[in-house]
């Protein structure tokens, strides 16, 4: 009698029913954030250390103030710099020279080394002069460029031009040279024209190896603009620094540098963007 009453006190099952299952917090996603955290969080802690020492050994004696200021010092003279204009008329000049010859580089880099990687008696026929022209350095041609072209803005910008080519030329040859053959054939097996083959095929496979030369000539376009406007310039980072450096404006000087390494930064950030852009479909795989 007792089972009984038991039984029917409790409420009768409904099996149609089924008990609301629990969000559980995937451990992966855990983990992903946390190493995401840390690559954040490990360039920063560098960067933060580094920074804090140029502030504290100046001000410790541990090398001379005069000569290298503490880094508040330097903020201070860039803000000024950016308040009075000056930063922004030496930055637009630089800007402007190393952006239309490492526009110029690309646009005859990359067809000129996808000709020579795709088609050997091109390749047979330019060689021996890109092994000449390759191993000499740009700032060993200054000179020359400013003997032929004159002191002023061409001869710049056609430094910057050379300097930049060869990066993204030789980048391109080998993107080209070392896409897999199974993709090429397996195209041409579907009856594809050279030319989507090229679209379709070539260049998307060639595009990280392109963009690594092309990461490498932004980061050669402003070292070698910067070197060339030390000489011969009225306006540019290089004169900024050159000038600061002869007036012995140390701060000032210090102050183009640290501008020159953020364009960098910048220059570096943005291609990168770019390459991941067009490398979306790799993702996909």
Known sequence: MADL?????????????????????SPDLGRRAGRLAWRVVKPTIAIVTFLALWEF???AGLVDEV???????????LRDLIANGQLAEHLSASLSRALIGFAVAVLIAVPLGVAIGWWRPVA???????EVFRNTAALALLPVFVLILGIGETSKIALVIY????????????????VDPLL???ARSLGISPIRLFQKVILPASVPTIFTGIRMAAAASILVLVAAEMVGAKAGLGYLITASQLNFQIPNMYAGI???ALVGLVFNGVLVAIERRLSRWRATN
């Open 67 to 77: 000569f290298l200021p503490p880094f508040s010092e330097v903020v201070a003279a």
């Open 57 to 59: 050994a100046p001000r």
């Open 5 to 25: 009453t038991l039984s029917a006190t409790r409420p009768a099952a409904r099996p149609h029913e089924e008990p609301a299952a629990r969000p559980v917090a």
């Open 184 to 186: 090429v054939k397996s």
């Open 124 to 130: 047979d026929f330019l060689n021996p002069v890109l």
């Open 258 to 260: 640290v501008a020159i």
């Open 163 to 178: 300097a930049c080519t060869f990066p993204i030329l030789l980048n391109t040859i080998s993107g080209v040279r070392t």
